[in-house]
């Protein structure tokens, strides 16, 4: 991995670097491993050394281009830029182009950060190994015959392999954080509502969450602040400022009450690895040793979250993925009528895990069947958020593995779902109940394979989670 | 739009009409439903768009508070429970309905339990109004002008995302003239309270009716189909009729309709079959997950009622305590001339010669003729200062121009006939005319009418026709 951002665009702010000498450095990176790793889906060469220009331009003049000043960020390619093609690695798009900007690449942008790619994804981000990609799989930079996790493996990835410092994923059962820890970066998903949705390209709205990828905390911590804040084009958007968390990262972590997951660190659910039930128990040593209050706690219902998850996403994402029928932008195949039209343009353009979540979401929601599957699925839900609520009464943060192994080979898991669908176990009870929650490096399991160790907190408490976070990444020092 | 007097169709005998109606109404907000675009008819076609309003991928609703405010007025003014609501998804795929599912309410709607006082007294209750966005509007090109058989479709986008409520009546409208005096009060109120232009033939206002039929005196519910396309209330009216006449033929034919919806055809006078109750969609509805649910507070409610101009029913009962016949109060209120009227009964003016003046003289509106004078001409009139010629010649004048009854009369010339003039007069016509009179006092009342135009004549037009009966009268009984 390359430079950390906050070193680069201090350089770039004080005129000690220019923003294009960041910005072909880091495409020279590009150059000469994306062939491989396949990180992108676009590249947006021309474009981010026109931006650092300008940002060179505004320093030159004795301006502030802000405090992500001239660093390259990779932007998931679920997101919309205006004027550049937004896939969601779906062939249903075509070579779509938003007419409007994200309101998350809108603030990267006032924050001087220069989007240097769209990164590939698990079709509309529905995947664990960005394998399900209509443009072919990323791989993972640390071994090419891995995957990187998914959905958001390309972001993951790119700053892996040292191509943006920093990038931006989305998260809606553990989309950025377990391909963070597949790949040994930092991956943070925020409180429900603390970063924008508008123009993240919708899978299931209740649970989607853009949030930061960086190669350490800090730098995920400085991406985090930028990112959020309240949007008034998305009315889940939090109406309160968001926490600023640069500032307690050196506070350590004494007296801090941190309750390890019984559930989800080995005891409650198989499958959870011996090396990386390991690394999860030696980090919470670590925090004990740097001072915090350290026990395991119990929240009986986590074990619910996967099957829950597994009917509140795909019936969201049937409705959310109605529009594309052919008729308006994207891809479109013939028929004889209206409606043979929608047929043809969706069976051509989405790919089998896309079609068979909308068939799973769209007999969720069934008349008949709503009480038995979304009805039921949604009071998991609350039950969930009442264990987490009871977890924290005294409890500052909880901590778990980020995912149940490390990184697999390619296609290991393709041939069934539910292995792949079981790598979200760890994750998914922070999407369902709206909570922060991040993923560290915490050191190589038995393979040599990077292990994430994750920092949970209640809502709004990205603070101390950020906290407690930047504590255990010292511990690895 | 005024309401016809009609005579009611009348059904073949034994049956009962069963009606209720889902009317979907336009609000006139600034901008859309979940939009910062204009809300505007006619326009050039999808100049009114954006990335949300086209339901682009990655775009969000963000409410308009003032159609919800204007949907919960409507609600008080409905007499509904207004409560908090919850936004649904209703999907189903149709080109002009860009997200491919629509925001509506579904189980938590903000309007429950209304109800609708039409002019007769009968009460329709209503069972919900809730908030929902428009559609696009498509037009489908060849064929019959519907979907199935086009061979091309249109559609313009500047209508989807404007916001509409719908509300829901329950099947209580069991006549015809019921069904379109409902629709019409409904619009009395919605323009009453400025929440909707409520035009039908501009689409802001649609009707669908849900008919069907039941031997008088039952109170089962049948089958009933629901008839769209409806473009006018008298079309309402045609509809309502036509699909009862349809259902009794099956019934007395030993068949049975089946529950679908109809498409009424208004040239050929005819509703034609739509989508069967079998292969109606599973509408899947669910949460809204990209709003928030919606409060109504006992403040906001408060407000609203305390704001609550006068509404139709309750401007009529005032008109009909202070005298006038429900008739012309209907009329006066749907013209929004009954302020006036009450402002002219309350200073002195008879309230059935205000009314009928009203009514009748001033389809237009009073003018520049205030209440007072008004009341003053009326009082000359009721009096035998004017005649009623006089009084409506008087009148137009001081619609167009303003000024004082007795100024404009004398200008005229018209002074009231004292009785001694009108007496010489008569005398000298029956000593004219021996034969009619004789005809009139052996009892030929026909003849009475020769007397009072010659009366007229002779005093061109300026005796009061009521005065020279009464003399004639006075005659007789002497």
Not at chain 2, 249 to 270: C, F, I, K, M, V
Request: glycine residues 10%.
């Amino acid at each position: 991995m390359a430079e950390r951002a906050i070193g680069l665009a201090t350089a770039v702010r004080a005129g000690d670097r220019s923003a294009r000498s960041v910005v072909e450095s880091h495409l020279a990176v590009i150059a000469e491993r994306e062939p491989d790793v396949h990180a992108f889906n676009l590249v947006l060469a021309d474009r981010s050394l026109a931006r650092a220009d300008e940002i060179d331009a505004i320093v030159a003049a004795g301006g502030d281009p802000g405090p992500l000043a001239g660093v390259p960020i990779a932007v998931k390619d679920n997101t919309c830029m205006r004027g550049v093609p937004t896939t969601c690695s779906s062939k249903i798009l075509g070579q779509w182009r938003p007419p409007y900007d994200a309101t998350v690449v809108q603030r990267l942008h006032e924050a001087g950060a220069i989007a240097i790619g769209k990164t590939n994804l698990d079709e509309f981000a529905m995947g664990s190994s960005t394998e399900n990609s209509a443009f072919g799989p990323t791989r993972n930079p640390l071994d090419l015959d891995l995957v990187p996790g998914g959905s958001s493996g390309g972001s993951a990835a790119a700053v892996a392999a040292g191509f943006a410092p920093l990038a931006i994923g989305s998260d809606t059962g553990g989309s950025i954080r377990q391909p963070a820890a597949f790949c040994g970066v930092v991956g943070m998903k925020p409180t429900y509502g603390a970063v924008s949705r508008y123009g993240l390209i919708a899978f299931a709205s209740s649970l989607d969450q853009i949030g930061p990828f960086a190669a350490d905390v800090a730098d995920a911590a400085a991406l985090f602040e930028v990112l959020a804040g309240h949007d008034p084009l998305d009315s889940t958007s939090i109406a309160e400022p968001a926490a600023q968390v640069s500032g307690v990262l050196d506070r350590g972590v004494e007296g801090l009450r941190v309750g390890v997951i019984s559930e989800l660190s080995g005891a409650g659910i198989d499958g959870i690895a011996a090396d990386v039930q390991d690394r999860t128990r030696t980090a919470a040593d670590a925090l004990g040793a740097a001072g915090a209050l350290v026990d395991e706690v119990s929240v009986p219902s986590t074990v619910f979250g996967l099957s829950a998850y597994y009917l509140i996403a795909p019936a969201e994402a049937s409705s959310n993925l109605s529009r594309y029928d052919g008729g308006r932008y994207g891809l479109r195949v013939d028929g004889a009528n209206n409606e043979a039209m929608n047929v043809a343009s969706r069976s051509a353009g989405f790919g089998d895990e896309v079609k068979r979540r909308i068939m799973l979401g769209t007999y969720a929601l069934s008349a008949g069947y709503y009480d038995a599957y979304y009805g039921k699925a949604q009071k998991v839900r609350t039950l969930i958020r009442d264990d987490f609520a009871a977890a924290y009464e005294n409890h500052d943060v909880l901590l778990s593995p980020t995912a149940p192994t490390t990184a697999f080979p390619l296609g290991d898991r393709t041939a069934d779902p539910m292995t792949m669908y079981v790598n979200d176990v760890c994750t998914i009870p922070s999407n369902l109940a709206g909570h922060p929650a991040i993923s560290v490096p915490y050191g190589v399991g038995a393979s040599g394979l990077p292990i994430g160790v994750q920092v949970l907190a209640p809502t709004r408490g990205e603070a101390v989670m950020f906290q407690v976070a930047a504590a255990l990444e010292r511990t690895m020092a | 739009m005024t309401r016809e007097a009609v005579v009611e169709p009348v059904l073949p005998e034994g049956w009962e009409l069963v009606v209720g109606c889902e009317v979907h109404c336009e609000l006139a907000t600034a901008t859309k439903l979940f939009c910062g675009c204009r809300n505007g008819f006619g326009d050039e076609p999808n100049r009114n768009t954006c990335p949300v309003c086209l339901g682009l991928p990655g775009s969000l609703p963000v409410l308009n508070e003032a159609a919800v405010a204007f949907a919960m007025q409507l609600g008080r003014a409905l007499g509904s429970t207004v409560r908090g609501s919850v936004f649904a998804r209703k999907n189903y795929f149709y080109p002009d309905m860009p997200k491919d599912y629509q925001i509506t309410q579904y189980d938590q709607p903000t309007n429950v339990d209304g109800f609708l006082e039409l002019p007769t007294g009968a009460r329709v209750t209503i069972e919900r109004a809730h908030i929902e966005e428009d559609t696009g509007k498509s037009t489908h090109v060849g064929g019959s002008g519907r979907i199935h058989d086009a061979s091309y479709s249109l559609v313009d986008y500047n209508r989807a995302g404007v916001p509409l409520v719908e509300i829901v009546s329950a099947p209580d409208i069991h006549t015809i003239d019921d069904a379109k005096a409902y629709v019409a009060e409904l619009r009395a109120i919605l323009v009453t309270i400025g929440v909707s232009d409520a035009k039908m033939e501009e689409g802001s206002m649609r009707v669908d009716a849900n008919v069907s039929v039941r031997p008088a005196g039952s109170d089962e519910l049948r089958t009933r189909c629901e008839v769209k396309n409806i473009n006018s209330i008298r079309s309402l009216g045609r509809a309502i009729e036509y699909e009862a006449r349809r259902h009794i033929d099956l019934y007395n034919s030993g068949q049975a309709p089946r529950q679908e919806t109809r498409h009424w055809d208004e040239a050929n006078g005819r509703s034609t079959s739509g989508r069967s109750k079998e292969d109606s969609e599973d509408y899947r509805y669910f949460e809204e997950p990209d709003l928030l649910p919606l409060d109504a507070t006992a403040d906001e409610i408060a407000a609203i009622d305390d704001a609550m101009p006068p509404l139709p029913a309750g401007r009529r009962r005032l008109l009909t305590d202070a005298g006038v016949d429900a008739a012309s109060a209907v009329i006066l209120v749907d013209r929004g001339h009954d302020h006036f009227a009450a402002e002219t009964i309350r200073v002195g003016g008879e309230a059935a010669l205000v009314a009928r003046h009203l009514v009748h003289n001033l389809p237009d509106g009073p003018g520049e003729v205030d209440p007072a004078a008004l009341a003053a001409l009326v009082e000359m009139e009721s009096t035998g200062a004017l005649s009623s010629t006089q009084a409506k010649t008087v009148l137009a004048e001081l619609a167009a121009s303003g000024g004082e009854p007795s100024a404009v009369a004398a200008a005229h010339g018209f002074e009231a006939m004292d009785t001694g003039e009108l007496e010489g007069i008569l005398d000298d016509l029956i000593a004219a005319h021996p034969d009619e009179w004789t005809r009139f006092v052996e009892g030929d009342r026909k003849v009475q009418g020769f007397f009072v135009g010659q009366i007229m004549a002779a005093t061109k037009g300026q005796a009061d026709g009521k005065v020279v009966n009464q003399l004639m009268q006075a005659r007789l009984a002497g």
